[in-house]
């Protein structure tokens, strides 16, 4: 079915005065042994290790915060691997970016199964998310679409972005299992209704707006970083109104990675700045109460996911480390 285009009336609302307190968290960072692979978007399983890829050696490893040990899965030469997430039998799912397919991981046994792009110009998979009937959402970014992947049948169905250059980004799920996505070479997010496959697209008030990542509250609220005007924002779907607060750093913050913790904060890190620094924002009380530097720089903090069970924010740097936030 061919995506439709669906309009809201959008009301933009006018920044609320915020006051960024000295508050910093606790962070510790494991180096990475592997040097310039570019370690990223860590996800914590049910054993307590901690996933991640390295994007530029072609490898998915993990490391055991217990121990401090590492130990590395290699892939084939040019997989590229953007990102992961560990579904409930323990198996790792991979983003290939560099070669167009989806990786499933046994850690058992260190074997991969591909699940190709239908399409050779869905090049580069980007971001992975489980949803509840364990389908994988994902992004393609240079690729200009959205898939769905069944793993029981490894069936896959793409929608594709009507606009060129859309860049389909960051994506999340809500509570009815809707994805939510930023289509950052524009100033739109989009969602996709699972039952139709149809495309809806809001537009965020500012045309220079490039949003990166994205989150959601329970309150059903989508925010997200705008990457290229310094900018949190928040989008409500029930009234179709946007508010956003300046970044501590403001134009030049580029803020990049966010999570949502269990209390619906947002936190998200300001990568403009080295080094680069998490930041934590309150929406109840519209205040910054966090600000914490990246001890080993950072350069790049890329993506960053909450872990519920531990009160963790876990994340890759571009300076070759795993980095763990324990949150207040």
Do not use: C
């Amino acid at each position: 079915m061919k995506p439709q285009l669906v309009l809201a009336a959008l009301v933009t609302l006018g920044a609320a005065p915020t006051t960024l307190a000295a508050q910093a968290v606790e962070v510790r960072e494991w180096t990475v042994p592997w040097e310039g692979t570019r370690p990223r978007d860590p996800y914590v399983d049910g054993q307590g290790r901690v996933w991640f890829v390295g994007q530029a050696g072609n490898y998915v490893a993990y490391l055991d915060p217990a121990t401090g040990q590492f130990r590395r899965y290699e892939l084939e030469a040019g997989a590229l691997p953007h990102n992961l997430v560990v579904g409930p039998d323990g198996a790792v799912w991979y983003t290939g970016n560099g070669n167009g397919h989806i990786g499933r991981l046994d850690p058992a046994t260190g074997q991969v199964r591909r699940f190709p792009m239908p399409d050779a110009d869905l090049r580069d998979p980007h971001t992975l998310i489980f949803a509840p009937d364990g389908d994988l959402w994902f992004t393609v970014q240079g690729g200009n679409a959205v898939g769905r992947l069944t793993p029981s049948t490894g069936q896959i169905r793409i929608v594709r972005m009507p606009d060129g250059g859309s860049r389909p980004y960051g994506i999340v799920l809500d509570r009815s299992g809707h994805p939510w996505f930023n289509l950052f070479g524009t100033n739109q997010i989009g969602t996709i209704d699972p039952a139709t496959m149809q495309l809806a697209r809001v537009t965020v008030p500012r045309e220079r707006a490039r949003t990166r990542r994205i989150g959601i509250t329970t309150d059903g609220k989508i925010w997200y970083v705008d990457y290229a005007g310094g900018m949190v924002g928040r989008y409500d779907p029930a009234t179709h109104q946007f508010q956003e607060w300046p970044a501590p750093e403001g134009a030049v913050s580029l803020p990049y990675a966010m999570a949502v913790d269990d209390r619906d904060r947002v936190w998200f890190v300001e990568t403009g700045p080295q080094p680069n620094r998490l930041v934590g924002f309150d929406p109840a009380a519209a205040r910054f109460f966090s600000n914490t530097p990246i001890p080993g720089g950072g350069r790049t903090v890329r993506h960053m996911v909450f872990h519920r069970p531990t009160r963790e924010l876990w994340f890759g740097t571009d300076a070759g480390t795993i980095g763990r936030a324990s949150v207040p």
